[in-house]
C-alpha cells in the first residue's frame, strides 16, 4: 500500500537545471530514507543522493555542488534540485524509499522504487 511517483524531468540545455519530486503515498507510518538514482544507457545504476529522517545528506561526487536534496515531511516529498545541467547528466531518474509501517507497535521496513522520470541534456 505504498506508491513512489516521480515527476519533474523534461528536456533542458546544458547549463540549465531542473527540479525533480518523488512523492510517496499510502499507509505507512514515516519515510525512513529517500534516495536518488540514475541509470543512463550503457551505464550502470548510480546513486546520486539520499537523505534520512535525520536529515544526513550525501551526494555522489559527480553531483556534489551542482544538486541540492530536501524533503518536506508533510508531503512525504524528496527534491532534488539539479543545477549547471551537462550531457553527463542525462539519464532515467528513480526514487527509492525506505518507509517504516507500523504493526503491533512495531516498525517494519520496506524498500520501495518508483517507474523513473527522464532527464535530457542536450543542445
Known amino acids: 500500500q505504498v506508491q513512489l511517483v516521480e515527476s519533474g524531468g523534461g528536456s533542458v540545455q546544458p547549463g540549465g537545471s531542473l527540479r525533480l519530486s518523488c512523492v510517496a503515498s499510502?499507509?505507512?507510518?514515516?519515510?525512513?530514507?529517500m534516495r536518488w538514482y540514475r541509470q543512463a544507457p550503457g551505464k550502470q545504476r548510480e546513486l546520486v543522493a539520499s537523505?534520512?529522517?535525520?536529515?544526513?545528506?550525501a551526494y555522489a561526487d559527480s553531483v556534489k555542488g551542482r544538486f541540492t536534496i530536501s524533503r518536506d515531511n508533510a508531503k512525504n516529498t524528496v527534491s532534488p534540485q539539479m543545477n549547471s545541467l551537462t550531457r553527463e547528466d542525462t539519464a532515467v531518474y528513480l526514487c527509492?524509499?525506505?518507509?517504516?509501517?507500523?504493526?503491533?507497535?512495531?516498525?517494519?521496513?520496506?524498500?520501495?522504487w518508483g517507474q523513473g522520470t527522464q532527464v535530457t541534456v542536450s543542445s
Open positions: 499510502g499507509s505507512f507510518f514515516s519515510i525512513a530514507a
Open positions: 537523505i534520512t529522517n535525520s536529515n544526513e545528506i
Open positions: 527509492n524509499a525506505e518507509v517504516a509501517l507500523s504493526l503491533h507497535s512495531r516498525f517494519k521496513y520496506y524498500s520501495y
